[in-house]
T-cell receptor
Framework: TQLLEQSPQFLSIQEGENLTVYCNSS?????LQWYRQEPGEGPVLLVT?????EVKKLKRLTFQFGDARKDSSLHITAAQPGDTGLYLC?????????????FGRGTQLTVWP | GAVVSQHPSWVICKSGTSVKIECRSL??????MFWYRQFPKQSLMLMAT?????????EQGVEKDKFLINHASLTLSTLTVTSAHPEDSSFYIC??????????FGPGTRLLVL
């Protein structure tokens, strides 16, 4: 059972366009992380959000955590070819094994010059 | 800070042999390490959770006798793929946990079984 629904699975856009990736769950998160992974490498942590309604910015990336702590989004403004990669959301839940993360399916982003 | 290394970064072996992959937290002590498997263009699949000094907890469907995990210290965990077969070819990634929820990932190990 996939606890986290991540969409879209694939995104192919031109340089300069904006995009949003969504991560949704039927259960309340205790925290949610966003990672970016390039081919042949491990995921790199972008941000951790823990507070409902929280918004965090990382240059052209904006991360939102829903008020109900059941959804999150990643918005990229003016995408660049260097943003190409696999974006993963991962959540932890109260009551689950300590520290265990549940991953979404990932969003493969390709930005064309 | 929070650097995790894996060794080797890639390995090619013959079918039937065993392969050991090391995961080290370089600048922090990790009470828990996790082992994942990833197929091309897909997300990470958790294989097992490893705590220092105790037996690993395996996810459903992962054979513990096939994938041996040893967590000898707070900075080292090893995954041994025993009697490897071509279907074991994959990208194996470890992560180390500091604090309650932050996981830092290693760079991965590409395994190819011929």
């Amino acid at each position: 059972t996939q606890l986290l629904e991540q969409s879209p699975q694939f995104l192919s856009i031109q340089e300069g366009e904006n995009l949003t990736v969504y991560c949704n769950s039927s259960s309340v998160f205790s925290s949610l992380q966003w990672y970016r992974q390039e081919p042949g490498e491990g995921p790199v942590l972008l941000v951790t959000v823990v507070t409902g309604g929280e918004v965090k910015k990382l240059k052209r990336l904006t991360f939102q955590f829903g008020d109900a702590r059941k959804d999150s989004s990643l918005h990229i403004t003016a995408a660049q070819p260097g943003d190409t990669g696999l974006y993963l959301c991962a959540a932890s839940y109260r009551g689950s094994t300590l520290g265990r993360l549940y991953f979404g399916r990932g969003t493969q982003l390709t930005v064309w010059p | 800070g929070a650097v995790v290394s894996q060794h080797p970064s890639w390995v090619i072996c013959k079918s039937g042999t065993s392969v050991k992959i090391e995961c080290r937290s370089l600048d922090f002590q990790a009470t828990t390490m996790f082992w994942y498997r990833q197929f091309p263009k897909q997300s990470l699949m958790l294989m097992a959770t490893s705590n220092e000094g105790s037996k690993a907890t395996y996810e459903q469907g992962v054979e513990k006798d096939k994938f041996l995990i040893n967590h000898a210290s707070l900075t080292l965990s090893t995954l041994t793929v025993t009697s490897a077969h071509p279907e074991d070819s994959s990208f194996y990634i470890c992560s180390a946990q500091t604090g309650w929820e932050t996981q830092y990932f290693g760079p991965g190990t590409r395994l190819l079984v011929l």
